[in-house]
């Protein structure tokens, strides 16, 4: 049995949260940008835009999030790509992300009063101008907080890529807990290093929901 104190247990689970921390971020920057084009898609008049993204949106929703890295990890092979575990977590998070995101951002925009639309209409607005300078600056507000608030969610999601292979916070309790044969000091430093990751955002996030409940009084 390998003799680790608490100190060295506390030490490998930080260096394995840079990686939590790095695919997090990866994946709710690249979902963002994704669901920033899937969302001007549904919103454009491009025939059959609306259907794809709906369905696009309800495959990532309706399915397992651990199903998903499965499939981008053993999928992309069938493509002849000789991938990580790392790539096909970045790739399967960055798409359950962009749905979701989609989605928390069509509610967002659909909550702009229908006189918005056509207000910014009868000013002779293109499509793009009408969602640039008249929907998104008002949608943007509203949509902070439930964004900020859904990496929270990212985070944790994170910890399923330790089923494909990808060394982030929950797979190094693992390898760690079975060298130490200490489980349960393991895996609760691993709690804490989740719970510290989490809350922040988790409070940021409350508090601007209520600025902006404050300013719309």
Request: net charge positive.
């Amino acid at each position: 049995m390998v003799d680790f104190a608490l100190w060295d247990i506390f030490r490998n689970l930080l260096l394995a949260a840079r990686w939590t921390i790095s695919l997090s971020l990866i994946a709710f920057i690249g979902g963002g940008l994704v669901g920033v084009l899937l969302l001007v898609a549904r919103l454009s008049q491009v025939r059959g835009a609306d259907s794809f993204v709906g369905a696009y949106v309800q495959v990532f929703q309706g399915t397992p999030l651990l199903m998903q890295l499965f499939l981008a990890y053993f999928g992309i092979a069938l493509f002849g790509v000789n991938t990580s575990a790392w790539v096909a977590a970045a790739v399967a998070l960055t798409l359950y992300t962009s749905a979701f995101l989609t989605e928390i951002w069509r509610g967002c925009v659909a909550s702009i009063p229908k006189g918005q639309w056509e207000a910014s209409e009868s000013l002779a607005l293109s499509f793009g101008e009408r969602l640039r300078y008249v929907v998104l600056p008002q949608a943007i507000k509203i949509a902070i907080a439930p964004t900020v608030g859904f990496l929270v969610q990212v985070i944790k999601g994170t910890a399923l890529a330790s089923v494909i292979g990808f060394i982030e916070l929950t797979k190094a309790g693992t390898m760690i807990a079975n060298a130490t044969f200490k489980p349960f000091v393991v895996y609760s430093c691993v709690a804490l290093m989740y719970f510290a990751l989490c809350f922040p955002v988790s409070f940021y996030a409350k508090l601007l929901e209520r600025k902006i409940h404050a300013a719309r009084r």
